[in-house]
């Protein structure tokens, strides 16, 4: 009797395909041609146009001789040329490079060098430091501007472009699933970015992994706060298209707008950092506001405070955490809801909403460990170690960093850097970023719970902590705090604060007053705020 591996069943065009985000945009123009995809303010484009305009776009790269392994960068908020470039640039065989808008010239430069950018696609409103960061390179790189109110002359224009394209032509087939779709660079939260290079496959699974978690489906409408260059928007560019949802843009974050369109959209579906869900818990809400139906929010990186997490039900949202990296194509892990959790008072659900919990289901594993050995550790709550991941939703490394590649695949698993805990019952809780754990007279301090007590005191908006240098004990928790418009307090009575809320040994010894310096996404830079408690 024959074995079945010798019976020459091998893969064929019939029955393999490589995996690609493309093919989503191919079956929802297919299943939706009529059905709005986009909405920007006045503007509305179905699936067919959005489908038209992204095959226009590839062509017309296509044409300039732009094509398999080039890099597009592009730099502009969260309207619909970011959706079209998802698309149209992979399916030229083109590399996507979304550059982070608050970024300056001298770092965009550098990005564009490194990534070797044959065309930037910018927005009329980052033209001048585009142009700037241009300036500064050894090489001329062509701009096509994403147009505004005024006509820009000295460049092409990105609705020219387009209208050089031809959607009929055929595209390039994808060869390969592991070929790179999208080139990233982190977010400077470090200090150090680096370019995390993403495939096609796993940009693919991470979408679906998506859509499945946020129960995304053709009646979904996904407002869009979290900032599109992001991780490609978490992925949620591709998952939304997926379903065949909608995309409702926004150019700018600011409260007033979200609830207008929620209001205007019937959005279904947002996400952001906590510290957007604090400006939204924080904000006026409309006279009369009142949702029909709750709104499902997001929410990625530190967990919310419970203060927020209850100020954000109160106004009609439902919040789901999550937990990703750049060089996880974005969300990874996730808080699993369990229905007999929803009747428990808002302080434990807080707290096992404040899980990661466990991997995305088409992450293929997460373990904590011991980061040197790669050991895990027991499930106890407890005992601290690494996060580690393994999976087809992990980058395919750092370009031209070799180096660093080595260490983040150690042992054959993904080194998040990120410390935390997993549970009896087997769910993950982060704890803190290696460097951000305090250690004060031996003892290790976690930040995000310091953070967690701030949160609580009224007169709190946001809040962070860092190691300070201490004589004595090493290193002692500073907060930098921001206060709500109009309230008062001291930094004394803040300690006091800390202090009959925790033990004492984890208190802040110091406390600075001031808006908190953030990245594009909404991360606080913690490593700016270890500079400004050193220099303290």
């Not at 693919?204 to 946020?214: C, I, R, W």
């Amino acid at each position: 009797m024959s074995n079945i591996y010798e019976q020459g069943l091998d893969p064929n065009p019939a029955n393999y395909a490589p995996l690609s985000p493309l093919s989503f945009l191919r079956r929802s123009a297919l299943a939706y041609p009529d059905k709005v995809a986009v909405i920007d303010e006045d503007r509305r484009y179905t699936y067919r146009e959005l489908s038209e305009r992204s095959h226009r776009l590839a062509s017309a790269l296509l044409r300039r001789g732009i094509g398999k392994g080039d890099t597009v960068a592009i730099m502009a908020p969260n309207v619909p040329a970011m959706i079209e470039a998802h698309f149209g640039v992979p399916m030229s065989g083109a590399v996507l490079n979304c550059l982070n808008i608050r970024l300056d010239a001298p770092t965009i430069a550098v990005c564009l060098a490194h990534g070797e950018a044959k065309l930037v696609l910018a927005d009329h409103q980052f033209l001048p430091v585009i142009e700037a960061a241009l300036a500064l390179l050894d090489r001329p790189v062509p701009v096509a501007v994403i147009p505004g109110p005024s006509p820009v002359s000295r460049h092409d224009d990105y609705e020219a472009l387009l209208a050089a394209g031809d959607a009929s032509v055929e595209l390039p087939a994808l060869e390969d699933e592991w070929a790179p779709i999208s080139l990233g660079y982190t977010s400077g939260t470090t200090g150090d970015p680096k370019g995390v290079v993403c495939h096609h496959r796993g940009a693919y699974l991470n979408a679906l992994g998506n859509a499945l978690e946020a129960r995304l489906d053709a009646a979904s409408v996904y407002l869009w706060t979290l900032p599109m260059f992001h991780c490609n928007g978490w992925c949620y560019i591709w998952a939304v298209t997926a379903v065949g949802g909608t995309h409702v843009c926004l150019r700018t974050v600011e409260t007033a707008a979200i609830f207008r369109l929620i209001r205007e959209h019937d959005v279904t579906h947002f996400c952001g950092a906590p510290v957007v869900l604090n400006m939204i818990a924080r904000a006026e809400k409309p006279h009369g506001w009142r949702l029909d139906r709750p709104v499902d929010v997001l929410t990625g990186g530190a967990a919310p405070p419970s203060a927020i997490i209850s100020a954000m039900e109160e106004s009609g949202f439902r919040i789901k955490h999550l937990y990703g990296l750049t060089e996880s194509f974005g969300p990874a892990l996730v808080c699993a809801w369990h229905e007999e959790w929803t009747p428990l008072p808002l302080a434990e659900r807080s707290r096992l909403a404040a899980r990661q919990g466990v991997n995305f289901v088409t992450l293929e594993a997460v373990k904590v460990a011991d980061p040197a050995t790669g050991t895990e550790c027991p499930a106890d709550g407890a005992t601290m170690g690494e996060i580690f991941l393994r999976g087809n939703t992990i980058m395919m490394g750092y370009l031209k960093n070799a180096e660093a590649s080595a260490r983040a695949f150690a042992q054959g698993w993904f080194h998040t850097g990120d410390l935390g805990v997993r549970h009896p019952d087997g769910y993950i809780e982060v704890k803190d970023r290696s460097k951000d754990i305090i250690i004060s007279g031996g003892e290790n301090i976690s930040s995000l719970e310091i953070e967690e007590v701030l949160y609580r005191h009224p007169a709190i908006f946001e809040a962070a902590v860092v190691a300070a240098p201490d004589e004595k004990w090493g290193e002692h928790p500073c907060a930098f705090i921001d206060l709500k418009p109009g309230m008062t307090t001291s930094a004394a009575e803040i300690i006091a604060f800390c202090r009959s809320n925790m033990a004492h040994f984890k208190a802040p010894r110091t406390v600075v007053f001031g808006p908190l310096p953030k990245t594009a996404t909404g991360k606080i830079q913690k490593y700016t705020l270890r500079q400004r408690a050193g220099a303290a």
